[in-house]
């Protein structure tokens, strides 16, 4: 067995373990933590098989911005996980239905995989001495920037309707007026008086 295979093997047990633990660790801290361990395994696999680019990204932006804004939100909300819990029992139907489907997919795929094989696997020219960011540069501002720019309004609007939805206005907060502050004139805010010498004002 070769020292790739063993690091698959490696990582791919990791991997699923972690996964695991993700849902069914009690703590939701610990669940964030295994998740960031999935996430590093993950990684490691999109670097045996070439994907650096990939593995990168997943580690800069899912490891160092989602998942430890996942931490730090479980950390600093007082959620009460007992009652996100009490209705497992009747989502279960639904959740087993949903995994039976899963389950039918992936042994269908497996299934054509070896009566027909590369029949689900897109093949195409090798390009002549890409490197693999270099490649999904092209794709991506060629063929799909017209999704690349629509993914990013969606954003955008996501971001603007979120800071919407949470901004609350609450009585006796004092709140900066931009406008109000920049119409102010000298003589609203500055009074020049008179002192007498050893006197008071």
Not at 86 to 108: M, R, T
Not at 152 to 176: K, S
């Amino acid at each position: 067995m070769t020292l790739t295979a063993l690091a698959f093997y490696a990582f791919a047990t990791i991997l699923l373990a972690s996964a695991v633990r993700v849902i069914t660790a009690k703590n939701p801290v610990h669940s964030v933590l295994f998740l960031i361990l999935a996430f590093f395994n993950a990684a490691g696999l999109f670097v045996l098989i070439g994907a650096e680019f990939v593995a990168f990204i997943l580690v800069i932006v899912y490891v160092g911005a989602v998942a430890v804004l996942f931490l730090f939100v479980v950390m600093m909300l007082d959620i009460d996980f007992q009652q996100l819990r009490s209705g497992f029992l009747q989502n279960l139907p639904v959740g087993i239905i949903v995994g039976l489907i899963l389950a039918v997919e992936l042994v269908a795929l497996v299934a054509l995989h070896y009566v027909q094989p590369g029949a689900g696997v897109a093949t195409a020219a090798p390009a002549a001495a890409v490197s693999n960011t270099e490649a999904i540069g092209r794709v991506l501002y060629t063929d799909y920037v017209y999704a690349f720019q629509a993914s990013g309004l969606i954003l955008l609007v996501a971001m603007i309707g979120a800071i919407v939805l949470t901004l609350r206005h609450r009585a006796g907060v004092r709140r900066q007026q931009i406008a109000q502050q920049l119409d102010r004139k000298r003589s609203d805010v500055v009074a020049i008086r008179k002192v007498p010498t050893r006197g008071g004002v």
